[in-house]
């Protein structure tokens, strides 16, 4: 067997929300990439601002803390916390299509007992 080559295959971890970010099939542009993968809600935002007219939908792998299972999910927004607490970490938050909205770090959701008020950077809805 040989090694998997680190062009052919992505590793993630959930320390860390990677969002999928998948380009519109009806583009002219057959030299682009058919998606990208973005390491965080910063990335996220980093490569949503590069992207320019490219009509995209962004997903995430979600993990269910009871089984353990993984389903792919549509991320309708992503949102910022207005308040900073303790730290100068931004926290971020991501809503998806069945009008959850959860926290973009595992840390975050382990440690707060109530949501924070947000307000929404990027709404996915219309790319």
């Known amino acids: 067997m040989q090694p998997l080559l680190p062009w052919r295959c992505i590793g993630w971890s959930d320390l860390t929300l990677n969002f999928f970010v998948v380009a519109s099939s ?7 990439p058919d998606g990208w993968v973005a390491d965080g809600a910063e990335a996220l935002i980093e490569l949503v601002s590069n ?4 009509s995209f939908s962004v ?3 979600a993990r269910d803390e009871t089984d353990a299972s993984v ?12 308040e900073v607490k303790d730290s100068d ?3 971020y938050w991501y809503s998806t299509t069945d009008g959850q909205t959860r926290p ?3 840390i975050a959701s ?8 947000l ?3 990027l709404n996915f809805e219309d790319s």
């Open 26 to 32: 009806g583009r002219a542009d057959f030299a682009s």
């Open 51 to 54: 992207l320019g007219d490219v």
């Open 59 to 61: 997903h995430l792998l």
């Open 71 to 82: 389903t792919l999910c549509r991320v309708s927004a992503l949102w910022k916390e207005l």
């Open 89 to 91: 970490v931004v926290g």
């Open 104 to 106: 973009c770090s595992p």
């Open 110 to 117: 382990a440690t707060r007992a109530e949501r924070p008020r």
């Open 119 to 121: 307000t929404k950077l």
